[in-house]
Structure formats: C-alpha cells, structure tokens
C-alpha cells in the first residue's frame, strides 16, 4: 500500500437524530472532509459509500449532495466492517493509479431500522432467537470457563472506553462523570455477563476520510504530518470445526490472526510498534479477544494485562481513544470511518484532550457479520 | 406416551423434525459429505471444507443429544415469541453434536441451571399459536443425571 495518505476526515457526530437525514449527516461529514483536506468536490476522482440499512440508489443518490461531476460512484456493504471495507477499496484504487483522490463516506440511521423493524410482521427465522449480545456473550462465558476471565475484566474495559470517549466530541456517550467498573458491572443485563455498558449502543452518523496520493497531501497542507496507509487486508473466514454456520457469526478466532499477520508484514512493523489501534468492541468481550488476535499481548494474557492497565490512553498500547464502539457509537456504515478520523487525527497530533503521546503508527481493525476482517495500519511520516 | 395435541408447525421448514409420537424429542436436519464424512448443520449443498468442496453431499439427521459448549441467558424477550415463558428472557448456546457440528439454538432454562460440558437434548418448544397449530423452534434442554 505505497504512496497511499489520509488526505482529510470529518465526521458528524454519532447519536439519535429522529429528525436529520442520511443526505444531511453524510454531506456534512464529507464536507468536513474535504474542508480538512484543503480540497473541493471537484477534485474528487471517485467515491465509495458504506451504507448498511441501504435502499436502491443510496450510494450514487447520496453523493448527489455534493455536486453531479460524473465520477464513478459504488456503494460496498460489508456489516459492521462496511466502512473500513468501502476505505480499503479507495485505498486500492488510489494505489492501482486509477484516481488521485477519492471519497470514502460511511453513514447510517439505526433510528430508522428500529422503526421498519417494529412495523414488519413477526420474523419467521431460526436465525432471530441470537442477538448478537448473546453472540458475544457465548464468548465469554467460554472464556470465564477456560481462562479463568472475570466479568469485572470486560466492566475495566468498558470502563476506560467511556473514560476515553467523554474526551471525544464526537462520541455518542458522554459520560458527565468518571465511569468506574463498579457502575458498568450495576448497568442493567443484556446477555449475562455483558450490561447494556459493555455493550455498543444504537445510534446514527456519518463519518468520511478522503484518501489520494501521498504526495499531495504534503501539497495540499504542508503545515502538519502526513499519514501513509501502509497496509490494507480484508479477509473472509476459512473452515474449521466449530463453525457456526447460523445465527450471528463474527469472528473466527483464526482469521483476526490471518489478518492482522499479512499487515505487520506488509507495512513492515510488529504489534509491539503500534502506538494506538481500534478494535471491533461493539462488546468488550470482542476487544479482550483481540488484544491477543492481534498480538497485542500473548494468548492468555489479557486479564493480566487489562489489570495492569497495558491498554488505557496512557499504557502499553492505547486502544480504542476514541470510546471505541461502545462510547464513541457503532452506527454501521461510518464506524469504521470514524476509526480512520480518529487514528488520523493522533497520528497528526491533534487529538486533543484524548491525545496519546507522539503516537505515530496505529491500526484499525473491525469485523463485519457473514463474516469477514478488515485490517489497516496508519503510519506518520 | 403420547398425548392429545395440537398440530406443531415448525417456524421454518428443513431444520428439525417433528416427530409423530410427541413424548420424542426432534432431530435436527444436516448434511453429510460423501467424500470427507463432515458432517454440518443447516443443510448445505456443497461441502465447506476449503480441501474438499465436494458436491457429493446428503441429507442426514443429527443428535437430538449434544454437549454444552457455552452458554448466557438472555434478558430480552424472545423475538417473535407469545409465549409468556419467553417474555423475561431465554438461555442460548452453542451446542457440540456427537457427529461434529457445533449449533446455536435456545436453551431450556436458566442462567444457574447450566454448566459448559453437560448433556443436553433437543426439545420442540412452542413460540406462538397460528389458528390451530403451534409454531414451534427447537432448543436444547439439560438432560438431569440420571435420567
């Protein structure tokens, strides 16, 4: 992935909006984008939508709000991944040579979904009895059973994605007060043992990244750091024994790893160089699982880990700075966006209250349903 | 035994049976491999093994007895159920058949009543009525020791 940069991000703000459009939340956060990237809509070579909840047309339609300029327009939808997935296929295009500048906008309206889904007739599918809580929920009781894994490791981990989203803007929960694990183990019970705040809320937003060749961005702004994307994979996940092949499925243990392994090689760094990643923790028992998938920590590790604080803002390696899932929101469409936006900003350094110190390579992972991986490292020149 | 009861309708059909003598509990409908013997459930056409992807597949019957593998209750109501049993929530695991597959279906129970290694059974378990039929989903119950 050579010579591929962040040009710009912007987001809107995830929340509840019973009363903004997917047109308005999309074209602000892409013109915030654009804005941030010193360029125009007539600059923009092509564009990719991730868009989960998606009527025909929505891709092209919505990138109508920008101006008609003729540029190829394509909608990806990949899950929860939807977003990073629609990023990587910018990124391939800038690297095969075909655009010099391309949009990548990710929005959604969980609002929305909740109120077709409530108008529709009763579901008739084996499928609809597993939640995804209860997915995830699945997982950690296994590993309460071989690890030995506490539900108060999953409220520490909650509790420090509050912590960091309450210094975050754009994150959908703020919370007013230091969150502590005591209260995130007090929240009401979704799945034992996930509360409601071990959990990824409902919500809307958008979130874009404009990403084109590296050496524009040192044109187009040379006040600050350009950030290389300098590994890109998406992988789907291969058989093996204890596959489930209904209900919610998420994330094989096996392909985090597969995937994770090809970007350290490709960008030529190890897990012990990162200085900040997001993960998929739309459940916190996803980022205690991926602390190790990822190498973050060995296999076995993580409790040890989550209790000497290895990855709080300040630790080891800070993950999810930006509230991850369940502070900063999981719309659908923008989410993985929104950890372009915020892994972006770090690595330039204008992150704020949140900022991890001179933070320089970071990775953004997210898992979408079916299912599949999607892998990608930012680098600071 | 067999009692008098209405007709069970499955909520979808091709994923259990529904035996004739109601004391009997289902079977769950998969698939065997002809060429590598793997077994899967729900049913699928093509062999998903990435060294295998044989065609030669056909239809078999799995369980009705299983092995927790883990478990949770949720406490959300049963999407789609009546069935006042359902409104305070309902147990969901994974569940590992002695031919091989691992399936995630409801359980029967609650949250105390299950431990990651036990012997479960496969029950029919009304989640509505339909004019006169129950619609039914199959969920595994702890089978008692002893019984």
Known sequence: MRDVAVLGVGMYRFGMYYDVSNATMAREAGMAALRDAGLSFRDVNAAYVGHIFAQVMSGVRVMKEFGLTGIPVQRIENASATGSAAFREACLQVAAGHADVVMVLGFDKMTTMIQQSTQGTAPENMEDAILPAGFFALWATRRMHERGMKAEHLAKIAAKNFNNGALNPMAQRQADTFITPEKVLGARMVAWPLTTMMSCPMGDGAACAIVGRADLAKKLRPDRPVVRVTASDLQSEKYARGHLFMGPVVGPAQMTIDTSKNVYEEAGVGPSDLDLVQVHDAFAIEELEYYELLGLCKVGEAEKCIEQGDFERDGRVAVSTDGGLIARGHPGGPTGLAQIWETTLQLRGEAGKRQVENARIGLCHMMGGGSVCVIHILQRD | ?147
């Open chain 2, 1 to 147: 035994m067999t009692t008098a009861t209405r007709p069970r309708v499955p909520i979808k059909p091709g994923y259990f049976t529904i035996p004739d003598d109601p004391g009997l509990p289902p079977k769950l409908l998969g698939t065997k491999c002809q060429d590598c013997g793997e077994h899967y459930f729900p049913r699928r056409a093509i062999c998903a093994r990435p060294e295998c992807l044989s065609e030669k597949t056909s239809d078999v019957e799995l369980g009705p007895r299983g092995t927790l593998y883990s478990y949770t209750f949720v406490h959300l109501p049963l999407f789609g159920s009546s069935n006042l049993e359902h409104a305070e929530g309902y147990g969901v695991g994974q569940v590992d058949l002695p031919e091989g597959p691992r399936v995630q279906l409801p359980l029967a129970g609650k949250q105390g009543e299950f431990r990651i290694g036990q012997t479960l059974e496969a029950e029919l378990n009304t989640l509505r009525e339909d004019g006169g039929s129950d619609i039914v989903i199959v969920r595994f119950r702890p089978v008692e020791a002893g019984r």
